[in-house]
């Protein structure tokens, strides 16, 4: 049942300071450095300053700074808890409730968007609208009053696209959603709350934008022409300076190659990919080629903390060296971090 909501979270999500700023590494795509082990212990979770959630089998698990505990733990094989996201004050989560039933007329998949004081439990804020439909990847507003996503609808439309999902956003106040762009998935906001970086049309042209929401510009970033596909969770640095997102491909380095629609829009394996929010600068963070994986960014910008199947690892932005810090990793995984490391490398965990 475990591998099967997993292949449900893939359906959903995938298919159907400053010292990120002008510290930043430089744009020739140059390899980034090879995963480096730094601490292997199946018994250990992440092992970063602050507070870590993340997802465990169909439960959520707290750590801060080393202590562990079951934040939310699943009542059967039949649900999970995904997609944790830290509010920005880290006194709140909003996570996925997913659930599968089996019955005599097929299998029924279910999800809402919940979120929870760290010490009591999570109350439903997004129910999907229809049958057929799933909402996903919550992330909070700069000022915590409302919460981004996705809502899917697994039925195709007149334009040829297999499935629907808008970009929404919930206050948590009234309740009252609305969508804020169409034919788009995995929302993200600027610190500042001005921009608007999601997965523009994932189910047809598949590219990643961003959207002035106080002008209504729309700017795409990344295309299936740059050489890289199936975009992934995109995010906003703490500063603003860059979106860091998972991605497959080899980039704009290999772009003038002809690629088949069949493989530039495969599940392949992924890595962390740096951009601008104006387009520049794009290059590769990481090296690890994961599958699926989810990544959070420090609060301080200088790492980004990766979960993939096979580990999780930690990559220094400036310097894009990846270290692997546990292993083995989690099948679809998903986390939040809210921490940094010591500015001495030699206190590193």
Known sequence: MRALLAAAALLVAGSTTAACGSDAP????????????????????????GLSIYSVGGDLQLERNGDLRKLVVAPSLNVSYLSPRISPDGQAVAYVRLAIFSGSEGVTVLSDIRVAGLDDGGRVVVTPRGEGSFVWTPQWSPDQESLVYAHQLNQPDDAGRAFQVNAERVNLTTGESEI???????PA????????????????????????????????????????????????S????????????????????P??????????????????????????????????????WSQDGRHILLRGTFGSYLAEVSTRRTQTILVPGELHGTHDWRGSLPADPAEAP
Not at 180 to 186: E, G, I, S
């Open 26 to 49: 430089p744009t020739e795509q140059s390899a980034p450095s090879p995963p480096q082990t730094l601490t292997v212990d199946e018994g250990k979770a992440f092992g970063v300053p």
């Open 180 to 186: 804020l762009v169409t034919n788009a998935r995995d």
């Open 189 to 236: 906001l600027s610190p500042d709350g001005r921009l608007l970086v999601f997965v523009d049309d994932p189910a047809l042209a598949h590219k990643l934008s961003v959207l002035n929401l106080e002008t209504g510009e729309r700017t795409p970033l990344l295309t299936l022409s740059d050489g890289l596909a199936v975009f992934r969770l995109p995010q906003f």
């Open 238 to 257: 703490p500063d603003g300076a860059w979106i860091a997102v998972a991605a497959s491909g080899e980039g704009r380095v290999v772009s003038s190659q």
């Open 259 to 296: 690629k088949s629609a069949v493989h530039s829009r495969s599940n392949g394996v992924q890595d962390v990919w740096l951009i601008r929010p104006d387009g520049s600068g794009l290059h590769r963070l990481t090296g690890v080629q994961e599958d699926q994986p989810d990544f959070a």
